[in-house]
């Protein structure tokens, strides 16, 4: 049984206890979260086997034709100057594609990182947020009770 399944399972609270509103958007809540941080490995290793069959496709095909091909170009008797200036040239390509790849990588380290600094910010914020609303309910419940009291006496 996986640590989600057992997550759920320890998630249900007995019917005689007391709860709250509180309590119950908690809860759900955390269940919704819990779920979906299960299934994110999967999903990731999915989407990544996906890929990597995608790119050994693609590596399949130019490998698959080449013993075609080589027969077919070496026919066409094109020079060596010209065959080495096209590597040249599919070099450059290939490094300016490769550059761009490290450049994606980086730019979603980074995006990442910005992200998960924003969410720790308002984290903070909302601590700070929750506990001056904290204080300000026990003010507001001092006053009610102050005034209920002048209004007893």
Known sequence: MSICVLYVLSENT??????????IMKNRT???????????????QQYSDLYTAYLHSIDDVFGTCY???????????????????????????SKSYQNWIDLS????????????SMIKSSDQFIHMAMDSYAKMLVKFN????????KLVK
């Open 105 to 116: 990588s980086k730019y979603g380290q980074d995006y990442v990182q910005t992200r998960l």
């Open 30 to 44: 955390s269940e919704i979260v819990k779920k979906i941080e299960c299934q994110l490995p999967l999903t990731v």
């Open 142 to 149: 001092e006053m009610c009770n102050s005034n209920t009291r």
């Open 67 to 93: 013993i075609s091909q080589k027969e077919f170009f070496d026919k066409l008797g094109i020079s060596q100057g010209a065959l080495r200036n096209f590597d040249k040239y599919l070099e450059s390509i």
């Open 14 to 23: 007995s019917n005689d206890s007391e709860i709250s509103i509180c309590d």
